[in-house]
């Protein structure tokens, strides 16, 4: 079965939402979301759909086959991509 | 009249929750029990293998797996696993750790059932045990059974997941 990778923590953590508030929000328990974070569990499309609903972005944004880039990667790349 | 039976189903309410039992049902405290099922079990085949091999020992080796049998039914209240028709709010990963872990309970007990008939019939005819001992070698079997479908899922889901809090 492969691995599914999230960005859960990252999201929650820019929103200020605490696990259990995120369960809540999507019909879970706060355990659930720890096991997705940890990747321990891959969640069903529905679960998927309904936490990405909940960010309100695209579920391809949260939930991938690959790793997802680093934040400091990510900054800077950005940061070489401003400087002239 | 109305007041004083508020007052009293009030204090009747009071006085259950005083008693703990309400907490329990409402919300039982379910935690990884690594070793109290591998306990459970050991007791219980200790026992059956002792009914086994020494059949003036039947007694004896009845108490071992009644004391694995016991013990076992503790298990699914405090177990990760969530048991069937509970008040919990069971959600698709606990109904996924379930089934998994009922799967696991079932292949065992289709093991055991079947190797167990295989050798109390086996024992039976070759020491010429008397009617009444294979009943009580199949009672056994049965209970030990009945053991291994209480603690297999406990112990599936304690060895296969790591404990996790509500804010880690």
């Known amino acids: ?84 | 009249m109305p007041r004083f039976n508020d007052r009293l189903l009030d204090g009747l309410d009071a006085a259950a929750k005083r008693t703990g039992i309400p907490g329990l049902v409402t919300k039982p405290r379910r935690r990884h029990l690594y070793w109290l099922p591998v306990v459970a079990l050991t007791l219980a085949t200790a026992g059956i293998v002792l009914g086994l091999v020494r059949t003036d020992l039947l007694t004896e080796g009845y108490g071992l797996i009644m004391a694995g049998f016991t013990l076992a039914m503790v298990l699914p209240i405090f177990g990760p696993v969530k048991i069937w028709g509970g008040s919990e709010v069971v959600d698709e990963f606990d109904r996924v750790m379930r089934s998994r872990a009922f799967l696991a309970a079932f292949a065992s007990i289709s093991v055991v059932a079947v190797l167990g008939m295989l050798v109390s019939g086996g024992l039976a005819l070759l020491n010429g045990w008397p009617v009444l001992v294979l009943v009580r070698q199949l009672i056994a079997l049965i209970l030990y059974l009945i053991t291994l479908y209480s603690a297999v899922p406990t112990l599936y889901s304690s060895w296969t997941t790591q404990p996790i809090g509500e804010d880690d």
């Open chain 1, 1 to 84: 079965m492969p691995v599914i990778h999230n960005r859960i923590p990252l999201f929650r953590a820019e929103r200020g939402i605490s696990r259990r508030a995120l369960a809540e929000a999507v019909g879970v328990n706060p355990q659930t979301i720890g096991y997705l974070e940890r990747g321990d569990y891959s969640p069903s499309l529905e679960l998927a759909m309904k936490i990405a609903g909940h960010f309100d972005v695209p579920v391809e944004l949260l939930f991938s086959f690959q790793p997802f880039e680093s934040v400091s990667a990510a900054l800077r790349r950005a940061g070489d991509l401003q400087e002239p």
